[in-house]
Nanobody, 115 residues
Framework: QVELVESGGGLVQAGGSLRLSCVVS????????LGWYRQAPGKQRQSLAT???????NYAFSVEGRFTISRDNTKNTVYLQMNLLKPEDTAVYYC?????????WGRGTQVTVSS
């Protein structure tokens, strides 16, 4: 069973930065495809950024140029560096891990951006 634990959320002013971390345990981390998603109240969960086991990155248009996903295979950790945060970035942020047909989620971390 794969377990994902997010951290790094919090309250930040608009224009500020946060770095989210997600520690993954229970499977060979280097073979996992990883991603960050978010869900705001009353909205569907949205994909923000993904990184494959080979290091290929993709971003949603809404965050490209502001957010950066990275992974450290020595620490079993995936990161999301978020810069130039906006009030509309306020949401619960979730870490995701996928391998073949298996799909795992963390419990989420709250990010609140004040104007």
């Amino acid at each position: 069973q794969v377990e994902l634990v997010e951290s790094g959320g919090g309250l930040v002013q608009a224009g500020g930065s946060l770095r989210l971390s997600c520690v993954v345990s229970g499977d060979a981390f280097s073979f996992l495809n990883l991603g960050w998603y978010r869900q705001a109240p009353g909205k569907q969960r949205q994909s923000l950024a993904t990184i494959t086991s080979g290091g290929v990155r993709n971003y949603a248009f809404s965050v490209e140029g502001r957010f950066t996903i990275s992974r450290d295979n020595t620490k079993n950790t995936v990161y999301l560096q978020m810069n130039l945060l906006k009030p509309e970035d306020t949401a619960v942020y979730y870490c995701n891990a996928r391998k073949n047909s298996d799909n795992y989620w963390g419990r989420g971390t709250q990010v609140t951006v004040s104007s």
